[in-house]
């Protein structure tokens, strides 16, 4: 890459980063212990909670970053991820993991053996999320979802996986349903994988960064899983940004992809609450969850 290449590029990221006002008023920092913390002795992993109005208790769904870290857009993206689910009565915690760890700003996207580590403390990171959640009066324990973007997706993926609670969790706790965006779906292996919770993978068809044939043609085992792939979508599909390239690969937002996932992902987390919850959201709501499009 040449030095100018790479100053349009940083160029880019400040323009973006301008153009990306986060939400105002609408989270609470909060902050957690991390039980992995990786580059320290002792590490506090930052987060947004997103607490829908009324007493609860409600489901939950922990949100988390790409490769990127909080970058502008994707901060953004996420934040408007969490502001529909709380609209729709979850509480969301909005998860950076790479902030802390100071491997924010893009700097391990490049990194393909640094990201693969990352899976490791970074799973251990959602389990470290959910159990926070778990603690809160306000929150419905046993309805707490997850759901990761890129490298988040993968992390997803492993956090599904049916020996996740044990190598991760609490031997026992496992995440009620996951969501992943775009992940690398070598995590799933080749043929069939075993899961603890069901799996929702959301793929975009023109993604060659981690594409989405790889997702296609495994079979879950213990949970369900179900692939839906955006044929004209590329990598960051959800993400409010102009197609471009990044290292060499296509990303870009597709606003119909966007729509359409969140509403499968709204469909999936509603299709998973327990029947208590169900009834739940069917009073605050006045839809029953099976009339959810």
């Not at 389990?127 to 009066?137: E, G, H, I, K, R």
Request: net charge positive; aromatic share 10%; glycine share 10%.
């Amino acid at each position: 890459m040449t030095a100018m290449i790479r100053l349009a590029r940083s160029a880019c990221a400040l323009t973006l980063a301008f153009a990306f006002p986060l939400v105002a008023q609408a989270y609470s920092a909060v902050t957690l212990k991390a039980s992995d913390p990786h580059t320290a002795k002792a590490l506090s992993l930052q987060g947004e909670l997103f607490v829908p109005d009324g007493t609860g208790p409600f489901p939950a769904i922990v949100l988390m970053h790409g490769c990127g870290g909080w970058q502008a857009p994707v901060r953004h993206g996420l934040q408007t991820h969490a502001e529909f689910l709380r609209n729709q009565g979850f509480v969301v915690l909005n998860l950076d993991s790479f902030g802390p760890r100071n491997f924010g700003g893009g700097k391990l996207c490049s990194n393909n053996p640094a990201l693969f580590k990352a899976l490791t403390y970074r799973t251990n990171d959602a389990y470290d999320a959910l159990a926070y959640l778990a603690q809160q009066d306000y929150v419905a324990a046993d309805n707490i979802f997850l759901m990761g973007q890129s490298n988040g997706g993968a992390v997803a993926i492993r956090a599904a996986k049916a020996s996740a609670p044990k190598n991760y969790g609490d031997g026992q706790t496992a995440f009620r349903g996951v969501v992943a965006y775009y992940p690398w779906c070598g995590e799933l292996g080749r043929s069939s994988v075993a899961l603890s919770a069901p799996l929702l993978i959301l793929a975009g068809g023109k993604d060659n960064w981690v594409p989405a044939r790889e997702c296609q043609g495994v079979r879950g085992e213990g949970a369900a899983l179900e692939v839906k792939v955006y044929p004209d979508a590329a990598h960051s599909f959800d993400l409010d940004i102009p197609p471009q390239s990044f290292q060499g690969k296509r990303v870009g937002g597709d606003p119909a992809a966007t729509v359409d996932s969140r509403t499968r992902m709204l469909r999936f987390l509603l299709g998973n609450l327990t029947r208590e919850q169900q009834l739940a959201y069917a009073a605050r709501s006045g839809r029953d969850v099976a009339l959810v499009n």
